[in-house]
């Protein structure tokens, strides 16, 4: 069975903290991608990475930053923690091969942000 | 104007009743279109998936695609409490990112 695993499933921190999101994946995924989700928006792309040590920006990377130094870990990181970063963060991971472009995602982390 | 616009409803329904979701989007360039469920507190999960245009039919869930109209539609039959969930589409072109709609929230009244 696929999985996609998410370090924490709440989390509350302090404006200003450096908080760090840690994504897991055991399908040996090329591509694994970082959203948040607000209600009324959606999700929206923060970064996504198609390989080791390789990342592009997404729709709003600002304030955010990543880091992949092994194929199934894929890692967010808040440099300093602003209120309006609360949100559901979720992690995906897909593909290349000729299955469709399928992203499978992490039960997401729910970050609050005083 | 958003690349992809889905009704965030909310939607309540009756069980057993017919359930109807749209998206429209704006880029012509889209050839894969996805539908995602996800429960309370979960992650969204693949429902359904169509290359192109045409029906695609699972069960109770048909999807449709009319790209002419850039419109897609997701239709549940005999809707059960279990359907509840927010339904999300999903598009994109030929390569792995993916244009999300904001989600709509359906409730099935037992």
């Known amino acids: 069975d696929v999985k996609v695993t998410q370090s924490s499933r709440y989390l509350v921190k302090r404006t200003g903290e450096k908080v760090f999101l840690e994504c897991v994946q055991d399908m040996d995924h090329e591509n694994m991608f970082w959203y948040r989700q607000d209600p009324g928006l959606g999700l929206r792309l923060i970064y996504f990475s198609y390989d080791v040590k390789m990342k592009e920006k997404g729709d709003i990377p600002e304030g955010y930053s990543v880091s992949r130094e092994k194929k199934e870990r894929f890692s967010l990181i808040l440099e300093s923690a602003s209120t309006n970063q609360t949100s559901m963060y979720l992690c995906?991971?897909?593909?290349?091969?000729?299955?469709?472009?399928?992203?499978?995602f992490g039960p997401g982390t729910r970050l609050t942000v005083l | 104007q958003k690349e992809v616009e889905q009704d965030p409803g909310p939607l309540s329904v009756p069980e057993g009743a017919i359930v109807s979701l749209n998206c429209t989007y704006s880029n012509s360039a889209f050839q894969y279109f996805m539908w995602y469920r996800q429960y309370s507190r979960k992650g969204p999960e693949l429902l359904m998936y169509?290359?192109?245009?045409g029906n695609k039919e699972d069960g109770r869930f048909t999807a449709q695609v009319d790209k002419s109209s850039k419109y897609i539609s997701l239709f549940i039959r005999d809707s059960q409490p279990s359907d509840s969930a927010t339904y999300l589409c999903?598009?994109?072109?030929?390569?792995?990112?993916?244009?999300f709609g904001a989600g709509t929230t359906v409730t099935v009244r037992a």
């Open positions: 995906a991971s897909s593909t290349f091969q000729a299955a469709g472009p399928e992203q499978f």
């Open positions: 169509t290359y192109s245009s």
């Open positions: 999903a598009m994109t072109s030929n390569d792995y990112k993916l244009s």
